[in-house]
């Protein structure tokens, strides 16, 4: 199992992982799936703010990926950065989210970066596990503020600070 950074030209092997989310559940927002180029963009424009956008491959298999974008774009925000994971269905509950942020949460504590978000679509309690793991807490809970697949959803947040930071 190979963990590294991203490129572009994962885009497709990122794409399928997240449109299978997008078509079958409700973990993410989105209701269209993504095609390759928009992934590429995405890739990209983690990569141009100076962030980590991270994979987990096994031999030619994407099994997951991680990544990190600015919390909001106002500037005293510049220290806080919301995180996503996605695995491969088949790969969920495998320990590959706990190897894949055991690289991950280190790159973020090496930045400019003093809180981590990740918010979660609720119920999750595999993804709150993985989440809790690493020190996250739960900071809020937003009640039915997604409508997906015909029901309203809840989104909690959870919240990591490095208090250490370096400024």
């Known amino acids: 199992m190979e963990i590294r950074s991203a490129n572009s030209s994962d ?3 990122i794409a399928a992982i997240y449109n299978h989310f ?3 559940s ?7 799936e993504l095609p390759e180029v928009e992934m590429a963009s995405r890739i990209e424009m983690v990569e141009a703010s ?3 956008w ?3 491959i096994d ?14 774009d106002r500037s005293a925000y510049r220290y806080s950065v919301e995180i996503t994971i996605y ?11 706990t190897a894949l942020y055991g690289e991950f949460i280190p790159a973020l504590r090496r930045r400019k970066i003093h809180s981590v978000l990740a918010g979660i679509a609720l119920p999750n309690p ?14 809020a809970h937003l009640m039915q503020v997604g409508f997906k697949m015909n029901g309203w959803i809840d989104v909690g947040y959870w919240l990591l600070i490095f208090e250490n930071a370096s400024l």
């Open 11 to 13: 885009a497709r092997s």
């Open 22 to 24: 997008v078509r079958t």
């Open 26 to 32: 409700v973990v993410t927002f989105e209701e269209e």
């Open 50 to 52: 100076g962030l980590p």
């Open 54 to 56: 991270y994979v987990v």
């Open 59 to 72: 031999g030619h298999t994407f099994i997951g990926y991680a990544y990190a974008t600015p919390w909001k």
């Open 87 to 97: 695995l491969a269905p088949r790969f969920s509950g495998k320990g590959i989210g």
């Open 126 to 139: 595999s993804s709150i596990a993985l989440h809790e793991r690493f020190g996250f807490s739960k900071v």
